[in-house]
């Protein structure tokens, strides 16, 4: 069997001992990182089922609608996983801002502490 031949079924998510995979949130249309979030079969099942990104938060320990509070959701457009079947893609249309913190992204510094994103909104008015 081919690698073009390996595509026609469904992949099976290995989620580890502790049930989560990671998963990176990319901008469907400019390729942008917008955040790094743990995925549970839960989780992964409401975003097939609801075509909006649903996380499991670890600190909270419960299932995360990403925008559920804010409403700055995750339209899903594709789901990708990687060769080892152990970190997960989502292409996403993102409505507002990623970050907690009004940022647009998750990575808006540098590790210098350069500030290199986009403010798009105030945490306080939306939390």
Known sequence: MTDADAGEEAIEVDFGDDGLVPAIAQDAESGEVLMLAYVSPEALDRTRETGEAHYYSRSRDELWHKGGSSGHTQEVREVRVDCDADTLLYLVDQNVGA????????FHRTIDGERVGERVFDPDEVY
């Open 99 to 106: 970050c907690h913190t009004g940022h647009r992204s998750c």
